[in-house]
């Protein structure tokens, strides 16, 4: 397991039984070694993403920590990071190599951070000291310095970041004589037979930083200066959708990265980034293109895949989608970290275990969305009897149109899963039927879950039913092919801006149309970069802060609000993607008519699968 950062920790930086529950399901699940994330030196406090371990009354924590993952076979091993120039707390000092302010991946600037005096390197080299020393006398098996994504010791690193005329700057050499420095203090305070490794950025993606030409030499330097292994990252923050693999991003992009340092040293290797299944991780390790796999996010949406890899039970595998809710605390969208697909991560007390309902009863779910299907799951594992009823004739609800636009086939793994575990647990499937208050009725459920979801606005514009209009959702399902048209799209959220992308692709000329100052700013930020640079390369235009005003027969009228100018975009057709609205017609008409009933997903407010399952989930252990 790669070092992923959570919210777990208490507000002081200590272990806490939230952290241990975490951790210990993903070595019972199989993992052969965990790396603990992240012990900070200079911790800041109230930051519940990074450990405290400078402190001796910090040891007793972690030891319970390593000796519960320890009981279950798995090696320990502590990563030691200091965030650097990336502002992740208003409390703690903003430092690096140079004052080279991080600009992270939506564009949003960190305070200019002040360089690191010598005499400050010198403090900083043994505060990573003193941590690596607690950490093994809590019985960790190892330590690893994080020398990536823009961080301290990476900033010195970084050709990029680094712009010192002392002998911390300038030459490779250099640069690499903090990393080196610390290495050496670790190993004369723990010991020469302690093992110290490194994660690095291979590539950093950045003009003037690291490049894969660059990072086996700078592999083989580390190697030289005692490292035990090397974990192999990429990227930083100006470019997170390159370190942290995003929907579109392909499994295995980076093998090229991991398979030339490889070769350039003789310490084992990680690859980390973006792993989902077993054939490619087996493929990594045949072909000799790494060591080590490293999983990280796999991991949250499912801590049992190497048990499941090892019992061959494949198709049970929740696999993570890549769509980086849980790294929302990072971006300002949530404050704690919790996965879409995976209910039970941060809540291991609550779901990890699903003990059996005191009270078996009959339950009617209406609607197969993400929000239906894991209610529908949960409530089987409690033992009741689940009839899952939807009018489409697959399972998936809007899942089925999300994943139609590039780069969003992966949301169907999660539809996948279900269906597979819908089957285990002998869910009764009644598609193809349209739910009423008289179906309802007849059937007489002990317990009733309304899950129907949503669909488009049509909003009171003139025009807007004239023959040249469709939805986003008509696009989508397929219910008419555009193809060699001019095209507006109206409403630049995450489903006009990907609707944008899907119809490019089908050789149409776009025009996408937004009333707010950013495309896609619903959209989690990471995924968002991704799509906004395939809107650009392919041409794609994009009119932010422009009113929809009209439908005409020969397109839509808009009115740019910072001008107050109205024009006409000349378009075949116009295509709307201005919101959805709940499908709640049968939650209303049922108000008082039966005992127990629940509301969950879009129908209630449409938002995003990560909030439908949840709701499902939560639904699901009430009844």
């Known amino acids: 397991m790669s070092p992923i950062g959570t919210t777990f920790w208490s507000d002081t930086g200590e272990v806490t039984e939230r952290i241990i529950d975490y951790y210990a399901a993903r070595a019972k699940g199989g993992a052969g070694l965990i790396m603990v994330s992240f012990a900070h030196p200079d911790y800041p406090p109230g930051y519940r993403a990074l450990a405290s371990l400078e402190s001796e009354r910090m040891v007793e924590g972690h030891i319970r920590l390593v000796q519960k993952l ?32 991080c600009v992270n991946v939506s564009g949003l600037a960190s305070p200019v951070p002040r360089a690191l005096e010598k005499s400050e390197i010198r403090e900083m080299i043994n505060r990573y000291g003193v941590i690596a020393t607690n950490a093994k006398k809590a019985g960790y098996d190892m330590v690893e310095v994080h020398c990536a994504h823009g961080y301290l010791v990476n900033s010195f690193i970084s050709p990029y970041l680094n712009k010192r005329g002392d002998e911390y700057g300038g030459s490779l050499e250099n640069r690499l004589r903090f990393p080196a420095e610390i290495i050496k203090r670790i190993k004369e305070v723990t010991g020469e037979d302690y093992p110290v490794g490194v994660r690095i950025s291979g590539d950093e993606f950045v003009e003037g930083g690291v490049t894969a030409a660059d990072s086996p030499i700078i592999a083989q330097m580390l190697e030289e200066a005692g490292v035990a292994f090397i974990d192999i990252s990429a990227g930083m923050e100006e470019v997170k959708h390159k370190s942290h693999d995003i929907m579109r991003s392909a499994e295995g992009w980076k093998s090229y990265i991991w398979e030339a340092i490889k070769k350039a040293v003789r310490v084992p290797t990680f690859a980390g980034g973006g792993h989902r299944t077993p054939e490619r991780c087996e493929k990594i390790i045949a072909e000799g293109i790494a060591d080590f796999v490293f999983l990280a996010r796999q991991l949250l949406s499912d801590p049992e895949w190497p048990i499941k890899v090892y019992e061959e039970r494949l198709v049970e595998i929740c696999k993570c989608i890549s769509c980086l809710e849980c790294l929302a605390f990072r971006t300002g969208r949530a404050t704690e970290t919790h ?44 033992g009741h009897k689940v009839a899952l009823y939807d009018k489409r004739s697959e399972i998936g609800g ?12 992966k949301l169907l793994w999660f539809r996948d899963y279900e269906a597979n575990q819908l089957s285990k647990l002998n869910v009764t499937l009644k598609l193809g039927v349209e739910v009423t208050r008289e179906l309802i009725n007849e059937t ?47 409403g630049g959220s995450i489903v006009g801006a990907e609707t944008a992308e899907f119809l490019v692709d089908q050789s149409n000329t776009v025009t996408l149309v937004e009333m707010l100052p950013k495309i896609a700013g619903d959209m989690e930020v990471i995924n968002r970069r991704g799509l906004i640079e395939a809107l650009e390369a392919k041409r794609v235009t994009m009119l932010t802060e422009h009113e929809v005003n009209e ?3 020969k ?30 017609k049968l939650a209303k ?28 989930a939560r639904a699901a252990m009430q009844i």
């Open 589 to 616: 008409a049922l108000k008082g008519g039966i005992s127990e009933i629940y509301w969950v997903g879009d129908c209630k407010d449409p938002r995003t699968i990560l909030a439908a399952v949840y709701e499902g």
């Open 444 to 490: 007489r459920p002990e317990a009733l879950i309304i899950a129907t979801g949503s669909s488009p606005i049509v909003p009171k514009i003139p025009g807007v039913h004239n023959r040249n209009v469709l939805t986003a959702w008509d696009i989508l399902g397929g219910k008419k092919k555009l193809e060699g048209q001019k095209v507006v799209v109206a």
């Open 70 to 101: 320890h009981s279950y076979g798995a090696k320990v091993g502590l990563q030691i990071m200091h965030s650097g120039r990336d502002r992740i707390s208003r409390e703690l000092d903003i430092i690096s190599a140079s004052p080279v302010r």
């Open 555 to 584: 397109g839509l009228l808009i009115t740019d609000k910072s001008k107050g100018e109205k024009r006409v975009i000349e378009a075949d057709w116009v295509i709307l993607a201005l919101g959805s609205k709940p499908n709640d």
């Open 339 to 382: 996965c879409a697909v995976n209910v039970a991560l941060g809540r291991e007390k609550e779901f990890g275990k699903i003990g059996p309902a005191q009270v078996k009863k009959e339950v009617m779910i209406v609607g197969a969305g993400p929000g239906g299907m894991e209610a529908a799951r949960i409530a089987a594992l409690r």
């Open 398 to 409: 809007n899942l089925l149109l999300a994943s139609i636009p590039p780069g969003k086939d």
């Open 551 to 553: 439908v005409t027969d």
